[in-house]
């Protein structure tokens, strides 16, 4: 099952021209069998996206993209989280206290926004995003290297705020996942990967897991 896990809709994402009517048309036509809207710092779709989730029988999961102190972590299963910003480490704690999942969106991006080399000092991460559509190739591969060596769930996403971006990376999961319940125990099983949209279809990657290390290369 192939889920984009990191998109942004315009409603409470200030940045995105993106619709969900038009999120979800687009991720259809490109094979996607479900699409999660992770705004900044917001989860105020959650209602709207169940909604409409029911109306098209499409998978809908709502999260957030937090930005922390140290940079953005995306959860998912949580209902509280902090209007201020906070420290990295205490988010995940929350996310954890909650029942919910979280991994570093764009890692090793260049522009202040990922965790960067503070993942080497907070615990509890669920996964690394290792393809994200709005980042450099050379910083997606050192996100890969990263969570290869530390045994972390590697996973693709679009982060999209334009229609051309919705669906350029996702994450397939070997099971089938129509509700939170479902999407949270599959990061509890593992065996998800990252996938490319490229012509015409999804190529999914391998990551090779290498000896875990504290070093960041």
């Not at 038009?22 to 479900?34: C, H, P, S, Y």
């Not at 954890?96 to 000092?121: D, M, S, T, W, Y």
């Not at 996964?127 to 990263?146: D, I, M, Q």
């Amino acid at each position: 099952m192939l889920i984009d896990l990191h998109m942004h809709e315009m409603t409470y994402s200030k940045d995105s021209f993106l619709k969900l009517s038009q999120i979800v048309e687009i991720a259809k036509e490109k094979g996607l069998d479900g699409i999660s809207i992770t705004d900044h710092d917001s989860m105020g779709l959650k209602d709207y996206a169940a909604e409409y989730s029911e109306k098209t029988g499409f998978p809908i999961f709502t999260g957030i993209e937090y930005y922390s102190l140290q940079g953005d972590i995306v959860a998912f299963g949580i209902e509280d989280y902090p209007r201020e910003r906070i420290p990295a480490q205490e988010f995940i704690d929350l996310v954890k206290a909650q029942g919910g999942i979280c991994f570093a969106a764009h890692p090793f991006r260049n522009n202040g926004r990922g965790l960067g080399e503070h993942l080497c000092e907070v615990k509890g991460l669920d996964g690394l995003e290792v393809l994200n559509g709005s980042t450099s190739a050379a910083a997606c591969r050192k996100a890969a290297k990263y969570a290869g060596r530390q045994g972390l769930h590697t996973l693709g996403a679009s982060d999209c705020h334009v229609p051309e971006k919705v669906g350029v990376c996702a994450t397939w999961f070997p099971g089938e996942i129509r509700t939170l319940q479902e999407l949270l125990a599959a990061f509890e099983k593992g065996g998800m990967k990252p996938a490319m949209y490229s012509e015409g279809a999804y190529r999914i990657l391998e990551i090779p897991e290498r000896r875990k290390i504290r070093k960041i290369a």
